[in-house]
């Protein structure tokens, strides 16, 4: 049993493999949080808690010269508001009095077997039920009518437990909710460092690592979207934890718009993470008999550094998140058109890009941003989800027929959100947009943004895209999203619910992508957001690969690829080979090292082959040869990163280890080569210690124990960015 409750003791506790969470119902029906950390079976971590008067910390009503019970030092699962603990808030409650409060107190629980859903949003799956338990712990407002529904689910094997909350009006009259984070969680002790990903459009998910001062630390977007800025993933780590050592936990909610991590270290040093979505700019009615639920957030723990923390998140993705039949399946070998023709391009010039990279072995081919309405350049067509015929004469299916004649399969860009003033549907439908009243929009790219809250827009979003989806004979879409959302205001809503607008559109981009990814599950789905603004668990759900970022240089990919890699597993990675000097830097990488770098990812071309040498070609060949040949190990292998953070400036060295330790692939980039340098040593991972393993391009032996401890020297590298592949096979 992965839940345990006794009785006696009102103890509650989850075990994962490696780990160990409880928390205690106590006599005043405070639910407390206990512990969390690595596994300890049997243990009541109700001794760690020891109470004094610490002064300016209040006490609750019935304790109220109990000097030394406050709410304000006591770790708990759920805060609740204006009751006593001043540290941040899980959820901040207005009632029709006007009055704010909650002082929540434990009302029972049930345990359920398997995982539980959310409605409208998404959640953690097992397709087994006897892999995951739920535990639902019910807290009651001492003085209205307003519950919560704490979730628990426990997925044993994979050492992770998921949290939400479910916010319950029971009572007559609307509770305004202005804060609904997903979860609390109070660490005691211990000294943690802060570790989140930030970035900006073209450098998305860089690791920062920085100590917790006694103050609040934010990780946080308002932007609508879970943007390149911030992603919604953090990681609170001992300072002296490394790849392979060190205690660390995560938390990774399964949230694509607004979101808000808060790292709080009190005044006695304990540490409160409070996360889920964003409090600014939100207020939701919950009227009688409503219930709000937030999104999920993934928990893990490690007492064996990043590396294993990283596992259990890719595990959990792969095999509990991602529904794509994708995750599985064998992805094509794409090419896209974007950067070779912008959008600039004819049937023509598509089938001509097309015919070449079918002779080397290019599998799908993807046809990008201007195919529709009367998009010449990006200040017009978007939503006019209607063929250009002067680019694509005859509609889509010349172009489709081409493509199979060359045993091409077919993809399309689309950017269902968005909108364009100089657009047929906007001159039909001009309150279909966020905008406040008697008030100017912001634009970003000269677009505005569609009011997805509304079911209207969804439902002619749906028409024109599974329309087309039934109509043509279409493999895969790249679900686009190119700018950040202001003026977030619906004409579809009464003024009092505005505050509900940042959830409610995310709700309504996960409605329409679940309507369509339900319906054409053969269809292979790509997220997008200019490059990686919208790179998270919740959109992962829906789509199996996102775009990492529209920087396709090699060298800034291995450290978006790297920053990535913490939270999210290499087949979420859209990456592509693209034309050198590369259009975002000017940089000038060997075909060979853009490779490496791409084959990290879902492995794809973005130029015009074209115009490569004929010994260019050659390579392109032997490439995607050579990735067919490794794809299944990228795939669905371990990975692991070979380099501390502190090494990343000079080389990026990562493995992909076949589960069952049969074979792995070692990959190295040296960023910056230095005359009479230290040689690169790394050792490998994931191998068996027993077996013999062969080196394949020099049939070399080595034992897998020699090359786990001994580990693998470096010859000397010479050049502009080297890299190499070791592909290491086992012998016996
Ligand atoms: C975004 C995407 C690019 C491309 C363009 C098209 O920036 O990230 O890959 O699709 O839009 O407008």
């Given at each position: 049993m992965s839940i345990l409750y006794s009785p006696g003791e009102r103890l509650l506790t989850l075990h994962t493999r490696h780990t160990t969470y409880q928390m205690h119902a106590d006599e005043h029906n405070f639910l407390r949080h206990l512990y969390y950390g690595a596994r300890a079976d049997g243990a009541d971590f109700r001794y760690l808690q020891r109470n004094y008067d610490r002064g300016f910390s209040g006490n609750p009503p019935e304790l109220h010269n109990d000097r030394a019970f406050s709410l304000d030092t006591m770790p708990q699962e759920y805060t609740g508001f204006n009751a006593g603990d001043f540290r941040v808030p899980a959820l901040c409650a207005v009632h029709a009095d006007g009055s704010y409060a909650a002082d929540f107190r434990y009302a029972g629980h049930e345990i359920r077997p398997g995982s539980y859903d959310l409605p409208g949003l998404p959640a953690a799956f097992d397709r087994d039920p006897e892999n995951s338990m739920t535990l639902i712990v019910t807290l009651r407002d001492t003085a209205s009518a307003l519950s919560v529904r704490l979730y628990y689910g426990v997925f044993e094997e994979r050492d992770v437990i998921t949290r939400a909350a479910e916010i319950v009006n029971d009572g007559e009259r609307t509770i305004f909710l202005e804060k609904a984070a997903s979860a609390c969680v109070d660490l005691s002790f211990g000294d943690w460092e802060l570790l989140h990903f930030h970035g900006r459009h073209c450098m998305e998910r860089q690791p920062q690592r920085v100590p917790l001062s006694n103050a609040v630390h934010s990780v946080e977007s308002r932007r609508g979207m879970s943007s390149h800025h911030h992603n919604p993933f953090t990681i609170l780590c001992a300072p002296d934890t490394r790849e392979y050592a060190g205690e660390c936990y995560g938390f990774m909610p399964l949230w694509s718009g607004n979101h808000k991590t808060e790292v709080e270290k009190d005044y006695l040093g304990s540490v409160r993470v409070v996360t889920g979505i964003h409090d600014s700019q939100f207020r939701w009615n919950?009227?009688?008999g409503e219930h709000f639920y937030t999104p999920q957030v993934l928990f893990s723990y490690s007492a064996s550094g990043f590396s294993a923390l990283s596992h259990q998140y890719h595990d959990m993705i792969r095999y509990h998140i991602c529904r794509s039949e994708y995750v599985q399946k064998r992805r094509p070998v794409l090419i896209n058109n974007w950067e070779a023709t912008f959008m600039n391009f004819t049937t023509e010039r598509l089938l001509n890009i097309a015919r070449q990279a079918a002779e080397l072995g290019v599998e799908l081919f993807v046809m990008d941003d201007?195919?529709?309405?009367?998009?010449?350049?990006?200040?017009a067509g978007l939503g006019d989800w209607v063929v250009n015929e002067r680019k694509l004469p005859g509609g889509l299916d010349p172009l489709i027929d081409g493509l199979k004649e060359l045993g091409m399969r077919f993809g399309i860009w689309i950017e269902p959100e968005m909108i364009n003033e100089d657009s047929d549907l906007y001159r039909a439908r001009p309150e279909w947009v966020l905008k406040a009243p008697n008030r100017p929009p912001m634009y970003c790219r000269n677009q505005l943004v569609l009011d997805m809250s509304r079911q209207d827009v969804r439902d002619y979003l749906y028409d024109c895209f599974a329309g087309l989806l039934r109509k043509h004979d279409i493999s895969y879409i790249k679900w686009d999203m190119n700018r950040c959302l202001a003026d977030v205001y619906s004409n579809a809503l009464p003024p009092e619910r505005q505050g509900e607008m940042t959830y409610r559109y995310v709700l309504g981009v996960y409605d329409l992508i679940g309507r369509l990814t339900r319906e054409f599950p053969h269809v292979l789905f790509e997220g997008c957001a200019g490059g990686g603004g919208r790179f998270d668990a919740g959109m992962l759900y829906y789509?199996?690969?996102?775009?990492?970022?529209?920087?396709?240089?090699a060298i800034e990919r291995l450290d978006i690829q790297h920053g990535t890699s913490f939270g999210y597993p290499p087949f979420t990675m859209g990456a592509h080979v693209s034309v050198c000097p590369n259009q975002q830097t000017g940089r000038s990488t060997t075909f060979y090292t853009r490779g490496v770098v791409a084959m990290s990812g879902t492995f794809g071309y973005e130029l015009d082959l074209n115009r490569l040498s004929s010994s260019e070609k050659d390579e392109v060949r032997l490439q995607i040869a050579y990735f067919k040949k490794v794809q299944s190990l990228i795939q669905n292998g371990v990975y692991y990163r070979l380099n501390e953070l502190d090494e990343q400036e000079r080389y990026c060295a990562w493995e992909f280890a076949a589960p069952d330790a049969s074979e792995a692939l070692v990959n190295l980039v040296v960023k910056h080569v230095q005359a009479n340098a230290p040689l690169i040593h790394i050792r490998l991972r994931?191998?068996?210690?027993?077996a013999t393993y062969t080196l394949e391009d020099t049939q070399e032996r080595y034992s897998g124990a020699a090359l786990m401890n001994g580990g693998y020297t470096f010859p000397m590298f010479w050049g502009d960015y080297p890299s190499v592949q070791l592909r290491f096979l086992r012998a016996d």
């Open positions: 919950l009227g009688p201007g195919w529709f309405g009367a998009r010449d350049d990006d200040n789509t199996p690969q996102i775009w990492c970022s529209d920087d396709t240089d994931g191998l068996d210690p027993d």
